[in-house]
C-alpha cells in the first residue's frame, strides 16, 4: 500500500517560513514524480512544486524564489519537502503531496504536473497566514 502522510503545516504571519514534509512509504518504482499541490478556497487544486528520481525540480512562477522543494530518500524511507520563505496571506490553502510517474514530472505542457496524472495523494495539511 502506498502511503503519503504531510505534516508541518500551520499558521504564522506574513513574511513568515514553513516547512512542510511528506513522507513516503510503499511507493513501488525506482522512477517517479513527487509534487506538492495546494487548493485554495474556492479554487482548484494547482501544482506548486515537483521533484523527480532524478533530482530535477519544478515551480509554479509565483513561488519559485520563495519555495524549496527536496527529498531525502534513504533505503525504504522517503520524504518529500516543502521549504516556504516569505508566505503572503495568498498562499494560504490545503497543501497536498502526491505521487506519480515520472512522465508526469517530465511531459507536460508545463512546469508542473496535473492533478489529474498523479496516482497516490496524502490527505493534506492546512497553512494559513495572517496578514
Known amino acids: 500500500e502506498v502511503l503519503l502522510v504531510e505534516s508541518g503545516g500551520g499558521s504564522v504571519q506574513s513574511g513568515g517560513s514553513l516547512r512542510l514534509s511528506c513522507r513516503v512509504s510503499?511507493?513501488?518504482?525506482?522512477?517517479?514524480?513527487m509534487a506538492w499541490f495546494r487548493r485554495q478556497p474556492g479554487e482548484d487544486r494547482e501544482g506548486v512544486a515537483s521533484?523527480?528520481?532524478?533530482?530535477?525540480?519544478?515551480?509554479k512562477w509565483s513561488v519559485e524564489d520563495r519555495f524549496t522543494i527536496s527529498q531525502n530518500k534513504a533505503g525504504p524511507e522517503h520524504t518529500i519537502y516543502l521549504e516556504m520563505n516569505n508566505l503572503k496571506p495568498d498562499d494560504t490553502a490545503t497543501y497536498y503531496c502526491?505521487?506519480?510517474?515520472?512522465?508526469?514530472?517530465?511531459?507536460?505542457?508545463?512546469?508542473?504536473?496535473?492533478?489529474?496524472?498523479?496516482?497516490?495523494w496524502g490527505k493534506g495539511i492546512r497553512v494559513t497566514i495572517s496578514s
Open positions: 502526491a505521487a506519480g510517474e515520472l512522465r508526469r514530472c517530465t511531459r507536460n505542457i508545463g512546469p508542473l504536473p496535473s492533478q489529474y496524472g498523479m496516482d497516490y
Open positions: 510503499g511507493y513501488p518504482e525506482s522512477t517517479y514524480c
Open positions: 521533484i523527480d528520481s532524478d533530482g530535477v525540480a519544478r515551480y
